[in-house]
């Protein structure tokens, strides 16, 4: 039985009532965090995580909201004495940087209680994270606007969506984006399950998209204390085409 678990529903903004977006896919022989960011290592105890159940890390960007909380997640895991390998998996060109954080932070290869394996992936291709899920990267929008600032065209700036397939069953989840169109980048897919962060793209965006996808059903995250009337206006809008919607709140299981 897979089971997801929403470990932070919330968007950038800090809020007592969500922590940053992330999930976490387990599959009964291997537990993949997606994305980890400022606050994780708290979001993960709130739900009762063991950190030493977590095998790998997929992240989809690397905003403060989804990538920060990597280091003290890593200082946690060598305080309880981790033995077990932790995979982590991001872009094959931001290995090196991720590298470089963990080193900035002192957290030396050599010294930690435990292997970390670094696995790249590119966009288009599908990869096996374990048996049970594999995963296919599509490179959205969502810092196309930050391009102007890579200047030694390091090509540092890379924002995945991942479908994930679990099993037999298809999960699409749109990270953080920017525009209708990161929505519809798996168009030969049916979706078991959508994910759609809500802060950066427009109601009528979204609304749009799903009824063009459908998919079984949809969750919504990254969302803002604030984000009530928003909400409100989805869910009774995807109704009308019969896709189901679900306010995602942090500690939401999904069973697979
Ligand atoms: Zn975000
Ligand atoms: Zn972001």
């Known amino acids: 039985m897979l089971e997801l678990i929403f470990i932070g529903t919330g ?9 940053h977006s992330s999930f976490f896919i387990q599959t009964g022989k291997y537990n993949l965090l997606v994305d980890a960011g400022d606050g994780i290592s708290t979001a993960l105890l709130k739900q009762e995580i063991n950190y030493h159940s977590i095998d790998g890390i997929i992240f989809t960007h690397f905003h403060p909201d989804h990538f920060s909380g990597l280091g003290g997640l890593i200082i946690q895991m060598e305080i309880l004495q981790r033995k077990k390998p932790l995979q982590i998996f991001t872009h094959n060109k931001l290995i090196p940087f991720v590298k470089d954080y963990l080193h900035l932070s ?7 209680s435990f292997d970390i394996e670094f696995i790249g992936f590119e966009h288009d291709e599908i990869f096996n994270v374990c048996g049970d899920i594999r995963v296919k990267s599509k490179n959205n929008t969502h810092i196309d606007v930050y391009k102007k600032y890579d200047e030694d065209d390091k090509n540092y700036f890379s924002s995945s969506s991942f479908l994930f397939n679990l099993k037999d ?20 897919e049916k979706f078991d399950y959508m994910i759609t962060e809500i802060t950066h793209i427009s109601t009528e965006d979204i609304l749009e998209a799903v009824k063009l996808i459908q ?21 009774n809008e995807t109704s009308a085409f019969d896709v189901p919607t679900i306010e995602a709140v942090d500690g939401l299981k999904i069973i697979i």
């Open 11 to 19: 968007s950038a903004s800090e809020s007592l009532n969500r922590s």
């Open 169 to 188: 069953k298809n999960l699409f989840y749109t990270g953080d984006i920017a525009a209708k169109n990161d929505l519809l980048l798996f168009p030969e």
């Open 106 to 112: 002192y957290l030396f290869e050599k010294r930690i």
């Open 215 to 235: 998919p079984s059903v949809l969750y919504l995250t990254h969302i803002s204390d604030d984000d009530g009337q928003k909400i409100e206006k989805i869910i």
